[in-house]
């Protein structure tokens, strides 16, 4: 296998023997700083909002890139400098986009439960849309946007009632769901909001999930939501912004297909092209999702009766995808394997003290050993931005490769870290 160049992608390939990002020797990070640690491709991150961009340039349409999926201020510049908004679910996310110089009017906020000091700062800040949830929370920020002399330019979040064929955590456009207006009451949410003095209603805003891989529940809810825009045409109100949410899906297993951005606009373009709106798009996983991946250290391997564990440096506090989601993801070692060792069937597991711990059930891969570097791909969305202290461990550093230069754009937290803020009695 030596010298050959095996792709993973375009941007995370073997050569030589050794896998790299780009131009970078993945071993020659891992030496450096150490494992476990988050890397990123910043021109898969760049190809994959241009991917986007292009796929909707025959519409007026503004990219706000959800933020909590990666909100890593590196990241988030280098999609601020191609252009793309944000979209924020909570003050701290809103922080964030600021402080890298996304202007505020193409900032849109989602949330179910925004605080009156979110609503404040979001209203103050002048951001473009306020996605609102419910009536109380358009109660609120009229009276919010009153005591500030402004006026309150938003969105309604509308449920459309459709199952998106995902894993029910990450489902939000049931009936059943917490998100959203649902649809049989929105015509009447509007009609409050328009006699609702300090609030300019401009947009509609549908959001139904994440991971999705089929675009019927796209079309659908969009079916639904158009006619929506047409009925409130007729009775007077006039929407500027049609906010069609994130949700498309990435491939995490091979030979599983997600659409592409072309195959996901060529579908939805039909229904919206006639529209007098201008579209805003919210993709997060489908931007950073296959632009990271998470290296990590094989610590021991420990055979017993029925299982063979591969016990690594990385655990579920920092990618908990598996845990809560029963998550697949591709884990492949740092150099190609070689013919003399065997594939056996492992469980890749972490050192934190639950069950629920693990990477991989029942894996073949080749027989590994301590100090073997393994990556876990697909990692760049929900990984690091999902990630905690449990077990009182710092938080992994992550790194950003650019051509053939590596950058270390957050530090791995140390011991003094895990202690900030608190105070002995
Ligand atoms: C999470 C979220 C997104 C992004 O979802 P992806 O599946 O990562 O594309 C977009 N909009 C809203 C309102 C969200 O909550």
Not at 62 to 67: E, N, Q, V
Not at 101 to 130: C, D, N
Not at 196 to 222: A, C, R, W, Y
Not at 350 to 375: H, I, M, Q, W
Request: proline letters at 4%; hydrophobic letters at 35%; one cysteine or more.
């Amino acid at each position: 296998m030596n010298g050959k160049r095996l792709t993973v992608n375009d941007y995370f390939h073997y050569k030589g023997g050794d896998l790299y990002c780009e131009g970078v020797r993945i071993e020659e990070i891992a030496k450096e700083i150490a494992t476990p640690f988050y890397l990123y491709s910043q021109k898969s991150i760049i190809d994959n909002y241009k991917a986007f961009d292009e796929a909707f340039k025959e519409i007026d349409h503004l990219i706000c890139y959800s933020y909590k999926a990666n909100s890593n201020l590196s990241i988030c510049k280098v999609l601020r400098e191609e252009g793309s908004g944000a979209d924020v679910v909570s003050g701290g996310e809103l922080y964030k986009a600021l402080k890298v110089g996304v202007e505020p009017k193409k900032i849109v906020f989602s949330g179910v439960g925004k605080t009156a000091s979110e609503i404040k700062y979001a209203l103050k800040e002048g951001i473009l849309l306020l996605n609102v949830e419910s009536i109380p929370e358009l109660e609120l920020t009229n009276k919010i946007a009153g005591k500030l002399k402004k006026k309150a330019s938003l969105a309604l979040r509308i449920n459309p009632d459709i199952n998106p064929n995902t894993h029910p955590h990450i489902s939000t456009g049931l009936a059943k769901s917490k998100f959203g207006i649902e649809i049989s009451g929105a015509k009447e949410a509007y009609k409050k909001a328009e006699e609702l003095k300090n609030i300019e209603t401009m947009g509609i805003h549908m959001h139904i999930g994440s991971q999705i891989t089929e675009l019927e529940p796209f079309v659908d809810s969009l079916e639904k939501i158009v006619e929506l825009i047409k009925e409130l045409e007729k009775e007077g109100i006039k929407l500027r912004y049609l906010d069609i949410g994130g949700g498309l899906g990435i491939s995490y297993k091979k030979g599983e297909k997600a659409p592409t951005p072309k195959e996901f606009a060529e579908r939805l373009l039909p229904l919206i092209k006639e529209l007098k709106c201008k579209i805003i798009l919210e993709p997060g996983r489908a931007i950073v999702g296959n632009a990271g991946i998470l290296v990590t250290k094989v610590l021991y391997i420990k055979k017993t009766e029925e299982k063979n564990f591969v016990i690594v440096d990385a655990a579920m506090n920092d990618l908990i995808r598996p845990t809560l989601y029963n998550a697949y993801h591709e884990i492949i070692s740092i150099k190609p394997i070689t013919g003399h060792r065997s594939p056996i069937t492992v469980d890749i597991v972490g050192p934190v003290c639950e069950s629920g711990d693990y990477f991989a059930k029942n894996r073949e891969l080749p027989e590994l050993k301590f100090g073997d570097l393994l990556t876990i791909l697909d990692a760049g969305a929900y990984g690091f931005s999902m990630s905690s202290n449990y077990n009182a461990r710092p938080k992994v550093a992550e790194v950003l490769v650019e051509k053939d230069k590596y950058h270390i754009i957050k530090k791995r937290e140390d011991y003094e870290d895990l202690v900030r803020g608190e105070e002995l009695r």
